[in-house]
C-alpha cells in the first residue's frame, strides 16, 4: 500500500527537475529551467554578505523587515505611481510561496479560481492542495490572446479570484492594457479578486511596458500583486518573494503564511532592500541586456530552422519546432528527449502547462530560456546550426 497522501499522488515529478537531470544525464546545454548561469549583481551579493556578518541572522519579523517592505513600497511607486503603505506589503520564500498562501489564504474548499492556459506549473497543484477547482481560459498562439467571451463564460457564481501572470511564463505574453481592462470589468461585475505573477516585471522587450493590473480603476483593493526578487537580480535560489494588497487581503495570506514558513532569510530581506533601491540605471541595464540577448537566440533558432514567436516579455522564447525534428519526433516531450539526446540542447516541453485533456495545443512548441551567458547561447547555437548541416 502506498504511503503517499492523495492530496500528492497525481501531481509527478516538476519537468524542471525532469530535464535537469536528462540534460545533466547527457551533456546538453541547458535552456530549460529559467535560471540565470551568471551572478546577480555585486552591490546585491555585497548586501547580503553584509548583513550576515552584521548579525542579521536571527528571525525576521513574520510579515517582513520593516526595510525590505519600505523598499518593496517604493519600488512599487517608483515604476508604477502605485502608492502602498509598507504595511500592506507581506515578505515570503518567493513568488511561489506567496501564490501558495494566497490561495490558501483567500478561498475555500469548492471555490472556483481562473487561470490562463497554458498556466504555470505551480498554481494548479496549489489550488488541488487547497481543495479549489481551476477554471481554464486559453491564449491562443501565435499572439497568445484570450477570447473575451471564453473569459466572461468562465466566471460563475463559486468564482473567487482570477490568476493574471505577466509577462508570462512560457509565451512571453504581456496582458495588454485594453486586456487588463476586460479582466478588471469582469472582476468588478463579478466581485471577483485578481492575484498577479509579476516576477518578470522588468523584463520586457521592443519597448513593450509592464501594466501592473492593481493600477487600474478599481482595482487597488481587489488585487493582490504578488513579485520577487529572483529574477529582476539574477537570484533565483534566493527565494525572496511579496505579496502587495488591500489589508484585508494581506492580512488574509499572512494567516497561511505564518504556519507555513512564518519569516524568510534575513540577511536576504536586508539585501533585498538594497537590490530594489538601485537607481534606475540598474533596471534600464538589465532590460537592454536581456533585448540584446532575446534578439541574438531568436536569431540563431530561425537560423537552425525553427519558428519563433517573439516574446515581448519574461526569460523564455516559444517555437514550433517542425520542420526541424525527424519525423518519428511526435510531441514536444518527444521533441525535448529527442533535442537532448540528439542535439545537446534542453529546452521544456511546454505541454507541462496545460492540463491532460488539452497537452495537444503544445505538442509543436519548445520553450527556450535566454537567461544563460553568452557564451552558453553561443555553445548552443554551434549545436543547433550543426543539427540543421546534418538534418539537412
Ligand atoms: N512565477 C512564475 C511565472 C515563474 O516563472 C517563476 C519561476 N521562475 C516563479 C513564479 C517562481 O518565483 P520564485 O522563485 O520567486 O518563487
Ligand atoms: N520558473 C522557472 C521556469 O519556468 C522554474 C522554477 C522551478 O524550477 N520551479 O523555468
Not at 551533456?27 to 548561469?37: E, F, K, T
Not at 551579493?45 to 519579523?61: D, G, K, M, V
Not at 516576477?199 to 478599481?218: F, K, M, N, P, S
Request: charged residues 20%; glycine residues 6%; negative net charge.
Amino acid at each position: 500500500m502506498s504511503r503517499m497522501a492523495q492530496r500528492v499522488a497525481s501531481f509527478g515529478t516538476t519537468i524542471f527537475a525532469e530535464i535537469n537531470r536528462l540534460a545533466r544525464q547527457h551533456g546538453a546545454i541547458n535552456l530549460g529551467q529559467g535560471a540565470p548561469d551568471f551572478d546577480a549583481p555585486s552591490p546585491v551579493l555585497e548586501a547580503a554578505i553584509r548583513a550576515i556578518c552584521s548579525q542579521l541572522n536571527q528571525y525576521a519579523p513574520n510579515i517582513g523587515l520593516p526595510e525590505a517592505r519600505e523598499a518593496i513600497a517604493r519600488h512599487a511607486e517608483r515604476f508604477y505611481g502605485q502608492r502602498v503603505a509598507p504595511d500592506h506589503v507581506l515578505i515570503t520564500a518567493g513568488a511561489t510561496e506567496a501564490m501558495f498562501a494566497a490561495i490558501l489564504g483567500l478561498s475555500d474548499p469548492g471555490d472556483e479560481i481562473i487561470v490562463f492556459q497554458p498556466v504555470y506549473d505551480s498554481y494548479v497543484p496549489n489550488m488541488r492542495m487547497a481543495g479549489v477547482l481551476p477554471r481554464y481560459v486559453n491564449l491562443y498562439p501565435p499572439d497568445w490572446t484570450f477570447d473575451p467571451d471564453e473569459l466572461a463564460a468562465a466566471f460563475t457564481p463559486r468564482t473567487k479570484a482570477i490568476i493574471i501572470n505577466t509577462p508570462h511564463n512560457p509565451t512571453g505574453k504581456c496582458y495588454a492594457r485594453h486586456e487588463l481592462e476586460i479582466i478588471a470589468e469582469l472582476c468588478l461585475r463579478h466581485n471577483v479578486i485578481a492575484i498577479t505573477d509579476e516576477v518578470y516585471e522588468h523584463i520586457t522587450y521592443d519597448g513593450v511596458q509592464h501594466v501592473r493590473l492593481a493600477t487600474l480603476d478599481g482595482m487597488a483593493d481587489r488585487t493582490l500583486t504578488i513579485s520577487s526578487l529572483g529574477k529582476t537580480f539574477s537570484a533565483t535560489g534566493w527565494k525572496v518573494g511579496w505579496a502587495i494588497g488591500a489589508p484585508e487581503l494581506v492580512e488574509s495570506v499572512n494567516r497561511a503564511h505564518q504556519f507555513i514558513t512564518y519569516s524568510v532569510a534575513t540577511p536576504l530581506q536586508a539585501a533585498a532592500a538594497t537590490a530594489l533601491n538601485l537607481p534606475d540605471s540598474y533596471f534600464e541595464s538589465l532590460r537592454a541586456e536581456f533585448q540584446r540577448k532575446r534578439d541574438w537566440l531568436l536569431e540563431m533558432l530561425r537560423s537552425a530552422g525553427f519558428q519563433p514567436l517573439a516574446p515581448q516579455g519574461s526569460y523564455f522564447i516559444m517555437v514550433d519546432w517542425r520542420g526541424v525534428a525527424p519525423e518519428y519526433v511526435r510531441n514536444d516531450v518527444q521533441f525535448a528527449e529527442w533535442l537532448i539526446r540528439e542535439v545537446g540542447v534542453a529546452c521544456i516541453p511546454p505541454s507541462a502547462f496545460y492540463r491532460a485533456e488539452d497537452k495537444h495545443l503544445a505538442a509543436h512548441f519548445a520553450r527556450f530560456a535566454v537567461c544563460k551567458r553568452d557564451e552558453t547561447l553561443q555553445a548552443a547555437a554551434e549545436r543547433l546550426a550543426a543539427m540543421r548541416v546534418s538534418g539537412d
